[in-house]
């Protein structure tokens, strides 16, 4: 397990969901037009727009222009961070360093709390029989600069990570469900019940992982050195049930916010520890994006459509690592 992270009593998986969750928030959507265009939003809002960088703290990397021939400007391998506790105790400093709000949301101090955040346990039963960690894509249809089909997608990414994973001596289960062919809109809504369903038949399963690539300025390219590896940098990426306008939405309840930040930020921790420069910062935005399922529900991007598809699964095996990190 990361070695920074609390040795706190082993967290047991809950015992049962909050039933019919997607339902319900479906039918507040058909009663409520508010609900509509708030889903409409959320339903859009992840990988389609290119993600706002904030001046400080920027880790994207320019693609070089064809009449500048060093292609090797845009690889980084970045130091290692020293991680100061008592930095990161300062609420400023940990929102700065770590994360990127988007303006659809807001985080106050008592959620970004670094105590908080590394309490808990999250290292997972290996002995429990079944799948362990689920992995699958709301947008399975993404792509990547020189993707020919569904192999060398976003779903092929997850076939390396399943296999690196499961190297590690977890059992995974990579579901390759299509929820964005065609109306990609309310790709969300679709995968819910299908997950909500895998979750309930696969009670081993306390893990889950959505798995995409961003959408990015096509003068923009993500990508890292890491082991001597090119690779496509990754981002971890939590929805906060929350917009700025409107304050906490009842009918897009997730009762495992802290439980999913506590895991993006201990997996941003080991990966400033053991991979410096291999992730951006994690992006926090308003709305639910079906990471209510689980306590250690995770939404990873995974490069954008600038990358290739060799660096964005060279990506995985640093990811594979600190999964093992810290869930083991």
């Not at 969901?17 to 859009?44: G, T």
């Not at 670094?114 to 992995?135: A, C, E, F, H, N």
């Not at 062919?181 to 081993?204: E, F, L, M, T």
Request: glycine share 4%.
């Amino acid at each position: 397990m990361y070695p920074a992270i609390a040795q706190n009593e082993q967290r047991l998986w809950y015992e049962s969901q909050e039933e019919n969750l997607a339902y319900y928030e479906n039918q507040a959507a058909e009663e409520n037009e508010q609900a509509k265009q708030i889903i409409a939003e959320n339903e859009k809002a992840v990988t389609e727009q290119p993600v706002q960088q904030e001046s400080q703290n920027v880790d994207e990397t320019p693609t070089q222009k064809e009449s500048k021939k060093p292609e090797k400007k845009t690889e980084t391998s970045g130091k290692k961070v020293s991680v100061n506790r008592k930095k990161l105790q300062d609420f400023d400093y940990l929102r700065q360093t770590f994360y990127q709000v988007d303006n659809t949301t807001t985080i106050g101090k008592n959620q970004l709390d670094v105590d908080k955040l590394m309490k808990p346990d999250l290292r997972i039963d290996q002995s429990v029989d079944g799948p362990q960690i689920l992995i699958y894509h709301t947008h399975s249809q993404e792509r990547y600069a020189d993707s020919k089909d569904e192999k060398t997608g976003v779903v092929g990414v997850g076939d390396y990570l399943t296999e690196l994973l499961e190297e590690e001596g977890f059992q995974v289960m990579h579901h390759k469900g299509e929820y964005d062919v065609g109306d990609r809109d309310h790709a969300y809504s679709k995968a819910a019940p299908s997950i909500q369903k895998i979750i309930n038949d696969n009670p081993s399963i306390q893990v889950v992982i959505d798995l995409h690539r961003d959408g990015v300025g096509e003068n923009t390219r993500l990508v890292t050195t890491q082991n001597g590896k090119k690779m496509a940098k990754i981002m971890f990426f939590n929805g906060l049930s929350r917009t700025t306008a409107s304050g906490d939405i009842p009918y897009l309840k997730n009762p495992y916010i802290s439980d999913n930040l506590a895991f993006s930020f201990q997996m941003q921790l080991a990966a400033a520890e053991y991979y410096p420069d291999f992730t951006r910062r994690i992006y926090l935005k308003g709305y639910r994006f079906n990471m209510h399922f689980c306590p250690k529900s995770m939404l990873v991007e995974v490069g954008a459509q600038t990358n290739t598809f060799e660096e964005a699964k060279n990506a995985m095996e640093p990811l594979a690592d600190l999964f093992a990190k810290v869930l083991k």
